[in-house]
């Protein structure tokens, strides 16, 4: 599989050229394959992901970067340099390990200085008040890590890595042991310093919502191989296999065959009798069983009576099945007969109530926003996985 | 989080719990006061005592009679104080060469051993399974592994790395030898206990900033075992410092005598026991000053 992130469009005039390149990288432990064949490339600046569920190889991945384990097979190149042989300690890299590792009987100025001090830097004092500067510690810098928060020894990982201007710097799941309102403002400071240093990111995480909400590229893993990479939006709009519609996000998917090729580039995909309409360069095949796939949001309710728009696809009359009000939208279950249960999100905008419990209504959503993937796929790939890890 | 805490600082509330607390504790310690008074602190007393007590005017050998006569602890250091010195030079050999064979003994089973539980358990089954023997029957073992006609003697006579003539019997290489090696299981295990608990991605972190193995070693994983390295030459140098059995088995009783076999002949041959007991005083006061300087200037209070 060879897969290249698209440069990110800020940095790559700055430093052209890659940061990291992985050439049919493999490996195994005893019969177990963690990473299969892996092939990719990581421009220079960018902000990249490895977003996977729990067992797909991503932090696999990340530590062979790093040089804490071997490939099987496959070369690595940091900055045009093949490292696949070279150890640990002689790479252009750090790393922000989940658990932070800072060293305990160092105080968090020493910690942040250490790899300075390895390569024998000048300036030390003045780097590592400007790294503690960047995460905003500086009045901790005599502290030991142990009388930190979670949050301020997350942020002293990170200035350790940073102080270094690695050619590149790798985040394993660096938010992993946060809370969720921490991790959601640590998501855009990550992305704020970024953007200051300039240095390239390579994040893993198996938090859908922080690749995307960071990330300028996200490669999807699963299995020790990539399923999809691209831009976040890219991939949210337009998955290529279950996998990746169900795990980023979620996704209605309706098994049917094509049928007929239609004026505009469309193909007719007939789902339990209903005829629905797929842009052909949104699906991943023309031809025999398909899986037709709509976003939740996407998707409307037709009140009694009401005409879909003609670009729209529609299905229906189902059940109203659940109802759950969150405030910025209500979340709707309608059971197709015949077809399966519908998601739909729809927005509060105008804060008179939609459909009740029980209601016959019809459901409708774009032809523009309609996916097409692969009908032989397993369309439930990517549910179970969802919140595995911690 | 204790109660005193969850009932908020200050305030009349939050001292009854706290002396309530402290009272609980009472029953717990009161077996080990006991039994301390009764076997420590009452024994010391009598040692002190004794160590100022003067001869009775023309009593018998070993009649005494309580007094404050301070001279004696003077007579006794003009008297021994080379055996007394010889004991701290010879403690610190043993121990210096225990912590150099410990150390990676430890550092195997602790660190490299890891998630290879059976090998791990073996070797630390074999580190203390001399207890389960006599510490005398194998310092007497040592004698014959020493002695003028063993295999390592001939050994080491056919590789010329001991003189004609030469011997290790009754020098003071003997003593400190036995004296390391009964020691050694002391700072093992200490340091193995500190080095299992390191977290293998401290060395991770190590190498990914730039540390040679070597460096990391220096830079991490000894400072973070430094708790096992005080405990364990503590352990190794008060009791060795003490020690006559080594001296007296292994020794020549001339120029390898440390200060245990002086306390002991005082003791039991001699019926000296004003000179004995301020021996034994000098030699306490001795250790708690060495250790109290150590730990002091080892700065490892805090993750002791």
């Known amino acids: 599989m060879t897969t290249t992130a698209p440069a990110h469009p800020g940095a790559a005039s700055a430093s052209a050229g890659a940061a990291l390149e992985l050439a049919a990288v493999t490996k195994r432990f005893g019969a177990f394959v963690a990473v299969d064949d892996l092939t990719l490339t990581v421009p220079s600046g960018s902000f990249f992901a490895l977003l996977g569920p729990s067992g797909c190889g991503k932090t696999t991945t990340l530590r062979m970067v790093a040089g804490l384990e071997q490939p099987t097979d496959g070369t690595i190149s940091i900055d045009g340099r093949d490292v696949t042989g070279t150890r640990a300690h002689r790479r252009p890299v750090n790393t922000v390990f989940q658990s932070y590792a800072l060293f305990p009987h160092l105080t968090v100025a020493e910690n942040v200085a250490f790899g300075l001090r390895r390569r024998r830097e000048a300036d030390v004092e003045a780097r590592v008040a400007e790294g503690l500067a960047l995460v905003e510690l500086g009045h901790l810098a005599d502290r030991r890590p142990a009388l930190l928060s979670g949050g301020q020894q997350q942020r002293v990982a990170l200035a350790r890595a940073l102080v270094n201007r690695p050619a590149l710097l790798l985040l394993d799941e660096p938010l992993g042991a946060l809370d969720l309102k921490l991790r959601r403002q640590m998501q855009l400071e990550l992305k704020r310093i970024q953007t200051e240093v300039g240095l390239t990111f390579v994040h893993v995480t198996h938090d859908q919502e922080e690749a995307m909400?960071?990330?300028?590229?996200?490669?999807?893993?699963?299995?020790?191989?990539?399923?999809?990479?691209?831009?976040?939006?890219?991939?949210?709009?337009?998955?290529?296999?279950?996998?990746?519609?169900?795990?980023?996000?979620?996704?209605?998917?309706?098994?049917?065959?094509?049928?007929?090729?239609?004026d505009g580039d469309l193909l007719g995909v007939d789902v339990g009798g209903?005829?629905?309409?797929?842009?052909?360069?949104?699906?991943?095949?023309?031809?025999?069983?398909?899986?037709?796939?709509?976003?939740?949001?996407?998707?409307?309710?037709?009140?009694?009576?009401?005409?879909?728009?003609?670009?729209?696809?529609?299905?229906?009359?189902?059940?109203?099945?659940?109802?759950?009000?969150?405030?910025?939208?209500?979340?709707?279950?309608?059971?197709?007969?015949?077809?399966?249960?519908?998601?739909?999100?729809?927005?509060?905008?105008?804060?008179?109530?939609?459909?009740?419990?029980?209601?016959?209504?019809?459901l409708a959503w774009a032809v523009d926003f309609t996916f097409g993937l692969d009908g032989r796929d397993d369309a439930a790939e990517g549910l179970a996985d969802l919140d595995v890890e911690p | 989080m204790s109660i005193a805490t969850v009932l908020g600082e200050g305030g009349p509330q939050a001292a009854t719990p706290r002396r309530t607390r402290a009272r609980g504790h009472l029953p717990l310690l009161l077996p080990g006061l006991v039994y301390l008074t009764l076997f420590f602190v009452v024994p010391v007393g009598a040692l002190l005592a004794t160590s100022l007590y003067v001869p009775v005017p023309g009593g018998d050998v070993g009649q005494y009679q309580p007094a404050l006569h301070w001279q004696n602890y003077t007579d006794a250091l003009a008297k021994f104080w080379p055996q007394l010195v010889r004991s701290f030079g010879f403690a610190l050999m043993a121990t210096i060469a225990a912590l150099l064979i410990g150390y990676p003994m430890a550092y195997v089973i602790g660190v490299r051993a890891r998630g290879r539980r059976l090998?791990?358990?073996?070797?630390?089954?074999?580190?203390?399974?001399?207890?389960?023997?006599?510490?005398?029957?194998?310092?007497?073992?040592?004698?014959?592994?020493?002695?003028?006609?063993?295999?390592?003697?001939?050994?080491?006579?056919?590789?010329h790395l001991l003189p004609p003539g030469g011997r290790l019997t009754a020098t003071p290489f003997a003593v400190v030898c036995g004296l390391t090696y009964n020691f050694l299981?002391?700072?093992?295990?200490?340091?193995?206990?500190?080095?299992?608990?390191?977290?293998?991605?401290?060395?991770?972190?190590?190498?990914?900033?730039?540390?040679?193995?070597?460096?990391?070693?220096?830079?991490?994983?000894?400072?973070?075992?430094?708790?096992?390295?005080?405990?364990?030459?503590?352990?190794?140098?008060?009791?060795?410092?003490?020690?006559?059995?080594?001296?007296?088995l292994l020794g020549n009783n001339t120029n390898t005598s440390m200060i245990g076999q002086v306390i002991d002949a005082r003791f039991f041959k001699v019926l000296d026991y004003p000179t004995a007991a301020a021996l034994s005083v000098v030699l306490m006061v001795a250790i708690l000053l060495l250790v109290g300087a150590y730990v002091r200037r080892s700065g490892t209070e805090e993750l002791l």
């Open chain 1, 274 to 362: 209903a005829r629905v309409r797929v842009p052909a360069s949104r699906a991943v095949r023309d031809t025999g069983d398909v899986l037709v796939g709509a976003r939740p949001e996407k998707v409307r309710l037709l009140a009694d009576g009401e005409e879909p728009a003609p670009d729209e696809n529609v299905v229906g009359p189902g059940t109203v099945t659940d109802v759950s009000f969150t405030g910025v939208s209500t979340q709707y279950e309608v059971r197709v007969p015949g077809l399966g249960v519908f998601g739909v999100f729809a927005q509060n905008l105008s804060g008179r109530a939609g459909a009740a419990l029980g209601d016959q209504v019809r």
């Open chain 2, 119 to 159: 090998l791990q358990g073996l070797m630390l089954v074999l580190v203390v399974a001399p207890f389960f023997t006599s510490f005398i029957l194998r310092t007497i073992a040592w004698k014959q592994i020493l002695a003028d006609d063993s295999f390592v003697v001939s050994a080491l006579h056919w590789l």
């Open chain 2, 185 to 248: 299981p002391f700072m093992v295990l200490p340091i193995y206990a500190s080095l299992e608990r390191l977290d293998a991605r401290m060395l991770e972190a190590g190498a990914d900033l730039y540390a040679s193995p070597f460096t990391t070693f220096r830079t991490v994983t000894l400072p973070l075992s430094m708790p096992g390295v005080v405990g364990g030459t503590l352990l190794t140098f008060i009791p060795a410092s003490g020690d006559y059995v080594n001296s007296s």
């Open chain 1, 213 to 262: 909400t960071m990330a300028d590229t996200v490669a999807v893993m699963n299995r020790g191989r990539i399923e999809q990479m691209g831009p976040p939006a890219d991939l949210y709009e337009h998955p290529r296999t279950t996998f990746v519609a169900n795990f980023l996000g979620r996704s209605n998917l309706v098994p049917g065959t094509v049928v007929e090729r239609l």
